[in-house]
């Protein structure tokens, strides 16, 4: 999924009147989507010379964290018989947003790079058990039990099979007449 680079402006509308502008003339929640898009441009070329580069722009590919798509709306919401004020419901919006995403961020930022690490010594560790023993020791014991399946072989045509075979042989001949009386 790739992004458009064209400079579209971002607005959260806060309904205050006395909104206050920066030194150059913009509003401070309002930002160019154009310099982000240049910025992630140039983190990319360097992210393509790698074999091992991480998914920046799709980073859940198989949807396993679809359940965790929550919006405001989906945690908040208020029938209309009950209602607080409209200030009340857009600041609690923003305040609601602002603080799920900051902190994500911060506690991604402290956990992401330790649990990384673990993931990826425990993943190597049983990958190692996998390949240098358990693949070895089932192959053994398939080697050394091929025996059984012959001999299971053996009685399933020897006894089994021919009992069976006998059994239905004998039922053959049965039939089941339904009348009503």
């Not at 006395?18 to 310099?35: N, V, Y």
């Not at 053996?154 to 239905?168: G, T």
Request: proline share 4%; aromatic share 8%; glycine share 4%.
């Amino acid at each position: 999924m790739m992004r458009s680079t064209a400079g579209v402006e971002t607005e959260i509308d806060l309904g205050d009147e006395g909104d206050s502008e920066d030194s150059e003339g913009q509003q401070p929640w309002k930002t160019q989507l154009a310099t982000v898009m240049e910025e992630e441009e140039e983190e990319d070329v360097v992210s393509t010379q790698s074999d091992t580069r991480p998914l920046l722009n799709e980073r859940d590919p198989r949807q396993i964290n679809e359940c965790l798509k929550v919006s405001f709306e989906d945690v908040i919401a208020e029938p209309e018989s009950v209602r607080s004020g409209d200030r009340v419901w857009i600041w609690s919006h923003a305040l609601f947003e602002v603080s799920r995403v900051w902190f994500y961020r911060i506690i991604t930022a402290l956990l992401a790079v330790p649990v990384s690490i673990i993931a990826g010594i425990l993943f190597a560790v049983l990958s190692c058990l996998h390949i240098w023993l358990f693949s070895p020791c089932v192959k053994v014991i398939l080697i050394n039990t091929g025996w059984l399946d012959t001999l299971w072989s053996s009685v399933l045509d020897i006894i089994i099979l021919p009992f069976f075979q006998s059994v239905a042989k004998c039922c053959r001949g049965i039939s089941v007449q339904l009348t009503r009386q």
